[in-house]
């Protein structure tokens, strides 16, 4: 069953076509990696699909839906940057999300911030980075959503922390859904990725199982990476 | 979800509201106690008139303070990485901009409130009070039914006029996140632009109406009282003012819901 539904979009920023007739499908319960090199158009991408941009063609889908409010009951989405209101602390980031999402699993959030050692009524503002881009994915995970977008999830992150981050997604993961998650540390990831989108210029060069591109190029797909992007 | 939005939003803005209730309340404090201590030497006295300074500097404070973090909320919520978190919500764009349009009132009306209760600290402190109720008494007392009805439309002009200058706001901030770049100096010329043509808008409404009519004055004059013509003029204003709001509020929620711009 199809899930995400990209059909032909294109997007320019002024002059500069970031996106050029993407399409692609996600089924249900796949793990797929966007792939590709800073300024490929991932971020693009992935903001048109959670309603933050609007695209010039095409038409995104989430589960036969046209994207709007009801998709983004659908869509866990984690953005690359700090998006949660820094004054807040986690507790009350928790009660934000119990009354939005009704997908939330408060108790499931509360077990994972146990797991971190950290105080409930600690400010956002008063973490680290580190620690401010686990509550998020903490947050994002536990919602019990169809598909999850991860942009960047492990960019700028010590390896400690990135396999705490790995490891999080993957036991968090609802089996039913699906996974969308952008990165260019491939070597990190590759083991857990069902599919590949490989995004170079705006335009989708290669989108296929990992599997399958194993087995036709001899490659592992961090390889394949390099040598796709290699400058 | 209006009430959720409600509650977060409030909460939000009360929190960088209260310090400056905080502040106003012991200025009004410090200020009496400096007016009482003012015969007492040539220090306290000038120490007084700085005081009376700091007090009128803090009351601007107060509702400038209240207005621009009102706006400066919105901007927030729809340009900068806030943004993330608030158009991902499953909520509608126009239950965000009511959220919003709720919220500044009801902080505005707090601030008024808080100003309020100063003027009432300052008449008391200064052993005004018996004085000041007894001439608010006898004001009461001779006050006519056009005069009431003066102060209800004076009031709800004021509402309407500060809800209209929000959504002016609210109109330019979701013209200016349609620019890639510099979206709060995009933001305040279309500001500028729409301001122009909201004073057009006022004076050719109000010509029209004359023109239409032109015994409209010279009927009022001959008909109702002073107070009772601007009554008549004040009622226009708020009907044009409503209009006008009810005009651009569609627009910025076509705007923020169809081309959203998180670049």
């Known amino acids: 069953m199809t899930l995400l539904e990209v059909n032909h979009v294109s997007k320019s920023y002024g002059k500069n076509k970031v996106l050029d007739d993407v399409t692609f499908n996600i089924t249900k319960g796949k793990i797929v990696g966007l792939l590709g090199p800073n300024g490929s158009g991932k971020t693009t991408l992935i903001k048109l699909i959670n309603d933050l941009l609007k695209e010039d063609s095409g038409s995104i889908k989430i589960s036969g839906i046209t994207k709007g409010v009801e998709t983004k009951k659908l869509i866990s989405y984690l953005p690359d940057k700090n998006y949660l209101n820094q004054n807040m602390t986690i507790l009350e980031l928790l009660n934000y999300f119990k009354d939005f999402y009704s997908d939330f699993r408060i108790g499931k959030a509360k077990e994972l911030i146990k797991k971190l050692d950290l105080d409930l009524n600690q400010k956002l503002k008063t973490m680290s980075k580190g620690t401010k881009e686990k509550v998020q994915l903490i947050l994002v995970m536990s919602r019990k959503a169809k598909l999850y977008i991860l942009d960047e999830p492990i960019g700028g992150i010590d390896p400690a922390a990135r396999d705490y981050i790995i490891e999080t997604i993957l036991t968090n993961f609802n089996e039913d859904a699906s996974l969308l998650i952008s990165t260019h540390l491939i070597s990190d990831l590759e083991k857990v990725l069902d599919e590949v989108i490989f995004l170079k210029e705006g335009k989708i060069i290669r989108n296929s199982s990992t599997d399958l591109i194993r087995k036709e190029t001899n490659m592992s797909i961090n390889d394949l990476f390099r040598e796709e992007f290699k400058c | ?263």
């Not at chain 2, 803005?13 to 209730?21: E, N, R």
């Not at chain 2, 905080?22 to 120490?47: D, E, H, M, Q, R």
């Not at chain 2, 700085?50 to 509702?63: A, D, E, G, Q, T």
């Not at chain 2, 009282?225 to 709001?245: A, E, H, K, Y």
């Open chain 2, 1 to 263: 979800m209006l009430k959720k939005l409600l509650k977060y939003d409030l909460k939000n803005l009360f929190k960088s509201l209260l310090p400056i209730y905080l502040v106003t309340l012991v200025v009004t404090i410090l200020t009496v106690i400096l007016n009482n201590l003012s015969n007492k030497s040539n220090l306290f006295s000038t120490l007084n008139a700085l005081m009376i300074f700091s007090y009128i500097i803090i009351l601007m404070v107060l509702l400038i303070g209240t207005f621009f973090l009102s706006i400066r909320d919105f901007y927030l919520d729809f340009t900068s990485e806030r943004a993330y978190l608030v158009n991902t919500l499953p909520v509608k764009k126009r239950t965000i901009i009511a959220s919003k349009f709720t919220t500044s009132l009801i902080t505005m009306i707090a601030s008024m409130v808080v100003m309020f209760i100063s003027f009432l600290i300052l008449i008391i402190g200064n052993g005004i009070w018996v004085s000041f109720a007894r001439e608010v008494s006898i004001l009461l007392n001779t006050m006519t039914g056009e005069i009431w009805g003066l102060l209800i439309l004076t009031t709800v002009l004021m509402i309407v006029m500060y809800i209209g200058i929000l959504a002016l706001c609210y109109f330019s901030i979701s013209l200016g996140q349609l620019k890639n770049t510099n979206k709060l100096g995009f933001s305040f010329l279309a500001f500028i632009g729409i301001y122009i043509i909201y004073e057009i808008y006022f004076t050719i409404s109000l010509s029209t109406i004359f023109v239409i009519d032109p015994n409209f004055i010279r009927a009022l004059d001959a008909t109702v009282t002073p107070i009772g013509s601007i009554n008549v003029l004040m009622t226009i204003i708020i009907v044009l003012s409503l209009i006008f709001t009810a005009i651009i509020t569609p627009i910025t929620n076509y705007l923020l819901k169809n081309h959203l711009n998180l670049e």
